[in-house]
């Protein structure tokens, strides 16, 4: 270490005498007696400018202040400005409450730590039919309020979110406005600022500064969503439904980064994990509502991601079940420079507002990614968003009726069959085909009936019925078809039904909510007796009578049971195909290809089962 020595003391000559020592500091008094006088000079004859503030260093936000100096009086040396510590304070007396309203959202806010209390969607309910509140009251209690700030010190970070600001507007303010709240005490100085307009996005600016210096504070909304209702603790489960679902286990955590979006399950999220790249959003979300933010300079962006826990009973109906841990996702945004603002979206995920907020591009415009990829139509997309569209004009067609969400699921599945009749003849000629060949194929099998199973010469008996096959015209998948492509429309619809926020609480007759089972299971029932009638109206190409027992008993039981705990918008699609179906067969049958192919199926059944065809399952005219 180097020393450092007191200039007042007498410096030691090298020999150590007093003469030596006494020259020194003769020598250094005249120095000091010359400099003093140049000194005071100089402030006579030149009095001293008023120093200017150094250049800012070109930011699109603003920086941290510097101690500036003091003009100097003349003949005074220069002072430097009062520390932040010796600032007077900037406090509230007692806690208040700021409520900001527009058409879409009403935020209550608090000045203890200045977060949001309440975040409620006007024009959506919960369970109970009051108006949705996107604050989670349970976990918010436990993990922290939306708004919140974090920081890399818990200390500091409890701090921050409890001590009472001092706000610029308490009681009602009308959006399109703005609610400043400020906190100055003991060289901590912050400043948030919340402008509102008419949509469902609030801009945040955040500030924090110790001592002067910037705080790394990030904005974060820690702890769930408000529809995630099994956190609530209630007397009777399920409220008006009868069937409470696990909200939580849908939730995500989404994002867009460099322009490409991913998305993660709530059970894969690290907690605290710090994520410096250049997010255009980040957002959590589950089936129907989201809380996203966006940075303002998303190369600057910081992200922390949250994870905790709740334990909640297994099967969310029975309090008494085994408890298990519910995962409460949250997230943290800022700006690496230390001055945060960011835009906050809470709200649905409905198409339309999603589609119209972006993030910032390159150029520092609203024109990047917007949040539409927040709805989770998957691989299905290409399938889903049309279907979705269609069901949204024809419901806008119809009106804004309360049962016309049902009634567009039933046009769009009628079209759809329609649509679907020619490969369904197309099917239904293919399976005569089938039985009229019947015979030969079976003389074929009985040709090689002596064969075992891994005999090599079985390969030669397939051939020769895929030869007879080409020669008769029969694609032995045609009677696979219709279900093939019937298939991946319904996969799209479940994806609709549990993405579309639209068709959430959306009623039909006796169905409370189109996204919900239906409470009296009668779709699942007419879509088992359906199925059944179906199958036992169709005649069966050469199809073993075991296999045909199976098919007629056992596949109406498992997709109707299947729908059970479906959405029951789901349900209404499946059962109203299954009704049209019927009808279809029911006319196929009186045709001329229904008729042969019926005497076909009996004559067969009579040849092969004897006096037992009757106790055979076989369609009927």
């Known amino acids: 270490m180097p020393e450092f020595r007191n200039p007042n003391l007498q410096t030691q000559g090298s020999g150590g005498g007093s003469g030596s020592g006494g020259g020194d500091m003769r020598g250094t008094l005249i120095v000091s007696m010359l400099a003093l006088v140049a000194l005071f000079g100089y402030q006579y004859f030149f009095k001293p400018k008023p120093a200017l503030p150094a250049p800012t260093q070109a930011l699109s936000q603003p920086q941290a202040p510097q101690a500036a100096q003091m003009p100097a009086a003349p003949g005074q040396p220069a002072q430097v400005a009062a520390s932040p510590s010796a600032a007077p304070g900037i406090t509230a007396a007692a806690e208040t409450e700021t409520t900001v309203e527009n058409e879409n959202v009403k935020i209550v806010f608090t000045n203890r730590g200045a977060q949001a209390k309440h975040w409620i969607l006007k024009k959506y309910s919960d369970s109970a039919g009051k108006p949705l509140d996107m604050v989670q009251?349970?976990?918010?209690?436990?993990?922290?309020?939306?708004?919140?700030?974090?920081?890399?010190?818990?200390?500091?970070?409890?701090?921050?979110n409890q001590v009472l600001y001092r706000p610029s507007a308490t009681g009602f303010v009308l959006a399109p406005n703005a609610v400043t709240f400020h906190y100055a005490q003991n060289g901590l100085d912050v400043v948030k600022t919340f402008r509102f307009d008419t949509s469902y996005v609030v801009t945040a600016e955040v500030q924090v500064r110790r001592n002067g210096l910037p705080v790394r504070a990030l904005l974060s909304w820690p702890a769930g969503l408000g529809d995630m209702e099994e956190f609530k603790p209630q007397t009777v489960?399920?409220?008006?439904?009868?069937?409470?679902?696990r909200s939580s286990a849908n939730s995500i955590f989404a994002w867009s980064l460099d322009g490409k979006q991913d998305s993660e399950k709530a059970s894969k999220v690290s907690g605290n994990a710090t994520l410096d790249q250049p997010y255009e959003y980040a957002a959590i979300a589950d089936l129907y509502f989201a809380a996203a933010l966006l940075p303002d300079v998303p190369a600057r962006a910081t992200l922390v991601t949250l994870h905790n826990t709740i334990d909640l009973p297994s099967d969310l109906n029975d309090p008494n079940s085994q408890k298990k841990p519910a995962d409460v996702i949250g997230l943290a945004v800022g700006d690496t420079g230390g001055y945060t603002r960011v835009r906050v979206f809470a709200g649905p995920k409905a198409m339309d507002v999603l589609t119209s907020i972006h993030a910032i591009s390159a150029d520092g415009k609203a024109t990047g990614q917007n949040l539409e990829p927040?709805?989770?139509?998957?691989?299905?997309?290409?399938?889903?968003?049309?279907l979705y569209l269609a069901l949204r004009f024809l419901h806008d067609f119809l009106g804004n009726g309360a049962y016309?969400?049902?009634?567009?699921?039933?046009?769009?599945?009628?079209?759809?069959n329609l649509l679907m009749l020619p490969t369904r003849l197309m099917m239904m000629r293919s399976s005569l085909k089938m039985m009229r060949i019947q015979p030969k194929v079976e003389?074929?099998?009985?040709?090689f009936a002596h064969l075992k199973m891994n005999d090599p010469k079985r390969v030669e008996m397939n051939s020769e019925m895929m030869a007879l096959y080409k020669t008769e015209g029969v694609n032995m998948y045609g009677g696979c078809l219709p279900m093939l492509v019937q298939m991946p429309l319904f996969f799209a619809y479940y994806r609709v039904l549990a993405n579309a926020v639209e068709l959430r609480q959306a009623h039909w007759f006796w169905l409370t909510d189109l996204s919900s089972p239906d409470p009296w299971h009668i779709l699942p029932i007419i879509i088992i007796a359906s199925m059944f009638l179906v199958q036992f109206l169709t005649p069966a190409p050469g199809m073993d009578p075991a296999q045909r027992r199976m098919m007629a008993f056992m596949?109406?039981?498992?997709?109707?049971?299947s729908m059970w705990h479906f959405a029951s918008g789901l349900a209404l699609y499946w059962g109203t195909g299954n009704l049209i179906n019927l009808a279809m067969q029911l006319a196929i049958n009186q045709s001329k290809m229904g008729k042969e192919m019926h005497a076909i199926a009996a004559k067969r059944a009579v040849k092969k089962n004897g006096a037992g065809a009757a106790r055979t399952i076989q369609g009927r005219r």
């Not at 596949?555 to 049971?561: A, D």
């Open 137 to 160: 009251q349970q976990a918010s209690e436990r993990f922290g309020l939306p708004l919140s700030l974090f920081t890399y010190e818990p200390a500091l970070t409890a701090q921050l």
């Open 237 to 245: 489960k399920g409220g008006d439904s009868g069937y409470l679902i």
């Open 374 to 386: 927040l709805v989770q139509f998957t691989w299905l997309t290409v399938i889903a968003k049309p």
């Open 404 to 416: 016309n969400w049902g009634w567009a699921i039933i046009i769009v599945t009628v079209i759809f």
């Open 443 to 447: 003389a074929i099998k009985r040709r």
């Open 555 to 561: 596949m109406p039981v498992i997709f109707g049971f």
